[in-house]
């Protein structure tokens, strides 16, 4: 069936390092969302990206659409504390009247001050 | 703050037994999600309803089941609890059935079984 995977599942960097989570879609997706879960929190919305070769920033946060619309990147600059976190893709997954958002496994940021 | 509650906050209780969770969606939004996050797990999903229907449904057991409500407000009802149904449980709201609708989480539900 339809996956999307994220790698790495874990990245530990140091405070002012960059960091980079890859999304794969097995399918071709309409759109990719990219959701936050900070340690003990829920999830809440970042971003989506709805056009091939799509790329959008957010002060530090830099995420990408792939060009055949299969993958997705969220590149941070220069991490701080603050982001610590576990950052998840999802994609919509059409089938028939089953319509929903396929998640990824997330990759979880720690960041040493 | 997304606006989406749930109730309660912590439930323990034990195998065998039956719980209910409650979720408020935002104002205006019809569609209300429950998933499931267990320990190193991501988000599984469970299920959908829109404005009273069932939209959508992801892993959800057999011993799982949910409702909405005319206002809106959803209820998951777990029954037979077996200590792997320990885990978070999120509901989330949007506006329409959309899958490309951003959706807003509440602050979920630890459940422990014991």
């Known amino acids: 069936g339809q996956q999307v995977m994220q790698i790495p599942q874990y990245q530990h960097v140091q405070e002012g390092e960059d960091f980079t989570t890859y999304c794969n879609s097995s399918t071709t997706l309409s759109n990719i969302q990219w959701y936050k879960q900070r340690p003990g929190g829920h999830p809440v919305f970042l971003i989506q990206?709805?056009?091939s070769g799509e790329v959008k920033k957010q002060k530090r946060l830099t995420f990408q659409f792939g060009e055949a619309k299969k993958n997705s990147s969220l590149h941070i600059t220069a991490t701080q504390t603050t982001d610590v976190g576990t950052y998840f893709c999802?994609?919509?997954?059409?089938?028939?009247?089953?319509?929903?958002?396929?998640w990824g496994l997330g990759t979880s940021l720690a960041v040493n001050p | 703050d997304s606006g989406v509650t749930q109730t309660p906050k912590h439930l323990i209780t034990a195998t065998g037994q039956r719980v209910t969770l409650r979720c408020s969606p935002r104002s205006g939004d019809l569609s209300v999600y429950w998933y499931q996050q267990s320990l190193d797990q991501g988000l599984q999903f469970l299920i959908q309803y829109y404005n009273g229907e069932e939209r959508a449904k992801g892993n959800i057991l057999e011993r799982f089941s949910a409702q909405q409500f005319p206002d809106l407000h959803s209820e998951l009802n777990l029954s037979s609890l077996e200590l792997g149904d320990s885990a978070l449980y999120f509901c989330?709201?949007?506006?329409?059935?959309?899958?490309?609708?951003?959706?807003?989480f509440g602050p979920g539900t630890r459940l422990t079984v014991l």
């Open positions: 990206l709805v056009k």
């Open positions: 999802a994609g919509p997954k059409n089938a028939g009247n089953n319509r929903k958002l396929i």
């Open positions: 989330a709201s949007s506006s329409t059935t959309s899958p490309t609708d951003t959706q807003y």
